[in-house]
């Protein structure tokens, strides 16, 4: 099977992803950092499921004989360690969800904007390096966004321009053609809304030239905001539990209500709430995570993939955890809030995600279903809610 | 008149400026860290015109009545610095020129990499930060380069995605419409080919941002290479020789063909030599520096600004510089070398320029003349020629 190695193993996706790979016989070695954990300690947050220490984690993964190796404490700016770790590990694979993840965390002040910038970029770019010199056959999974694509008012392709233009033309005939858009084949324009979904979009430039100029090879996975706990191989075993954050910084959109639903707190819609983005369960992410890896793309290619399983807006999600939550006995309201995001409330939003469903993407169609079970899953940890850290506290502007 | 803010007034650019606009009563502030002249030196070149050191350089600012200040030592990244020194300063345009300005040098190895990227983006960033915090109404003039575009096989606008497509359109009736792009308004794609010139697109997409979130007002610059020693107000006393690099990393083409030329060496052209870019002579840039400080961008606004004055292909130029050379009985030849580069040699280049036109920009017609008068004034200074450092040693592969 094949050898991966998992940047951001501590991560919320990243353990998640480790246990999945690990109980397929896949060889999975993981480095980290422990940032995540720092920063959600930082803004005063804690994993609403009471996570493992390290060492109790990596005592865990050692169980399983297929897991090789984790080195924890490296940075990715750390060029000369990564070097000499790709040398020894010699992965076949590279997934890198080593990153600072939350947008508004980038927001928040200059000290926090300039480190992420600083970790997601300089750390890529180092790891960029460090595969061109060692392994530069090695297939780089990379998770972006679909926030990296921000709302433009048309659609929105997977990667590049596509050879048609959008709209329907015709020749001097008057006869419907192919209209081939000069653009084609470039990277769609991106219009990233935060300093976060800006060190994103730098990421993807690097990859791309990355690929062009050395003939690395990368999927560059634009992700729709997950939510849940679970993963089709997940027991309910307190080693096996992943973190879950639900503070204004790490908690993503259905996270954070459905924490505020299990104490019986209004869900706080920003603004109007009908922003409108792509949304999937843990268990697709990984799903997906999973078809990336057994699928490259040719060697020497940039490969992008739209990731999500569907579109909603924010106040349809809202509507249907209200109503899930019914299921538990939790009467939840809905509070409209200022928003702190300078965003689009009312938009055009029609994003491409094609090519994980042509390679056998089975998505979870029943969103409810899927609310309802996260609910449940959450509830025992009730009264670890720390309230005061979901208001948004930073604003965007 | 209106005070400006030079950050990078010692390099090649921003002593121009600076004397170009103390000699027109503009009030100038410069910081500076010497990164231009320790980056130089840290390859082996050494600028072909004999520069002053610091102090005397500054001794000489300040004999100018409407220089107020100058702040040497401070990096762009130490943003608590860079607040309290726009807080004394209040300029009213702050031109940024305190880039790492080689795309050779982002591609020797991950060190200098990683250090153009850092210096230019978290650099850049920092002082949004800044500006934002302190003086959010000022104008930012800043320099990127056409390379962010690339070599793309379509026209390239000026910034945004033109409202029309760029080929002929029919209605169902058979007549030419100016049929809209469905991604009409969204940044023009870029490829650029270095990482440096992708720091310049970070760049630029942070500032796109900034301008939209927090309304601050920008001009990017997408500046074409740039040659020559004089401005229009230049005279040849010693203090007011810019520096003149001429080494692999930070010598542009016709600067570093002109160099080659006065010792009679072959013109060394990177392949074969049909690369097309834009150009324009110091004088230009200089005045269009100038354009752009005097036309603001509307409070809020992010406009670009293709500066160049034609585009020419390296061969076209070195043709040019041996006829010139000739003037002054130089005997010199030309030598394709293998391309240390990875880059189109044979492409399509068609970029607009026309906002600085309509601007006012009065450009140097005369190219043969302009470099005729390089060559003349270079001349005197052959016996520093440093014959070492011009050929390439760096391989972009």
Known sequence: MKRVLILGIDGYIGYSLALYLLKQDYEVTGLDNFSRRALVSDVEGFS???????????????????????????????????????????????????????????????????DTQYRNVLGTLSLLWAMKKNCPEVHLVKIGTMGEYGTPNCDIPEGEIPNQCLED?????????????????????????????????HDTNNIIFACKNWGLTSTDIMQGVVFGTKTDYSNND???????????????????????????????????????????????????LQIAIENPPKAGEYKVLNQFENIYSINNLADI??????????????????NP?????????????????????????????????????????KDRVIEEVIMPKTNWR
């Open 341 to 381: 995001r300078k965003e689009l409330e009312h938009h055009y939003y029609n994003p491409t995600h094609e090519k994980l469903f042509s390679l056998g993407y089975n998505p979870t169609i029943e969103i409810r279903e899927e609310i309802n079970l996260l609910i449940q899953s959450i509830l025992p940890y």
């Open 169 to 201: 033309r015709w020749d001097e005939m008057g006869a419907i053609v192919n209209h081939p858009c000069p653009m084609a084949g470039l990277p769609f324009p991106k219009s990233p809304n935060s300093f976060y979904h800006l060190s994103k979009v």
């Open 321 to 338: 955890i209200c109503a899930e939550a019914s299921d538990y006995g939790l009467h939840v309201g809905i509070a409209h809030i200022p």
């Open 238 to 288: 307190e080693q096996e539990l992943t973190r879950f954050d639900y503070d204004e910084y790490f908690g993503t959109a259905i996270n954070r209500f459905c924490v505020q639903a299990i104490i019986e707190h209004p869900l706080t819609v920003y603004g109007k709430g009908s922003q409108t983005r792509g949304f999937l369960p843990l268990k697709d992410s990984i799903q997906c």
């Open 48 to 114: 609403l499921t009471p996570i493992l220490p390290i060492s109790v984690r990596e005592h865990y993964l050692r169980s399983f004989p297929n897991f090789i190796d984790s080195v924890f404490g490296v940075n990715l700016d750390d060029y000369y360690t990564l070097d000499s770790l790709l040398k020894l590990i010699k992965p076949d694979v590279i997934v890198h969800l080593a990153e600072q993840p939350s947008a508004p965390y980038s927001m928040k002040d200059v000290r926090a904007s300039m």
